[in-house]
């Protein structure tokens, strides 16, 4: 078994991180740009890609700030995906940052795919 490798893309976003937070920390919001369509029970969260589902826990959540999802089906405790957001103290630009994992010969696949994600994103809330 191959370890995944943990990496980090930081995405400038001109929006205000309290409508920036919605568009990732809830249900509705990840249905507008992440997946077909997200369901929550309680910490688990159902995102629903072209009739296939798959359902990820929410490890750690700090409204406002950041959520932190592992996926059920993947057998790697140590792996995560994450999104958190950091405004510059000084010029007050807001940045998500998505920390994922990924196989080594994948990181660049998996940073191309949050690429294409995160612009979906900024189209969405017109950032």
Do not use: C
């Not at 969260?45 to 996926?71: C, H, M, N």
Request: without cysteine; glycine residues 4%; charged residues 35%.
């Amino acid at each position: 078994m191959s370890t995944k490798i943990k990496f980090e893309i930081e995405f400038p976003i001109h929006a205000s991180p309290q409508m920036l937070y919605q568009y990732f920390g809830t249900p509705s919001g990840l249905s507008e740009w992440f997946a077909d369509n997200v369901n929550s029970r309680g910490e688990v969260y159902t995102f629903i890609w072209d009739g296939s589902e798959e359902k990820a826990k929410v490890l750690q959540e700090r409204p406002g700030e950041k959520i932190k999802f592992r996926w059920l089906d993947n057998d790697d405790e140590k792996s995560f995906f994450e999104f958190r957001i950091e405004v510059d103290e000084i010029t007050k630009d807001v940045s998500l940052i998505v920390t994922d994992f990924a196989e080594e010969d994948e990181v660049d696949e998996a940073k191309m795919f949050w690429q294409n994600q995160i612009d979906e994103l900024k189209h969405t809330i017109g950032a």
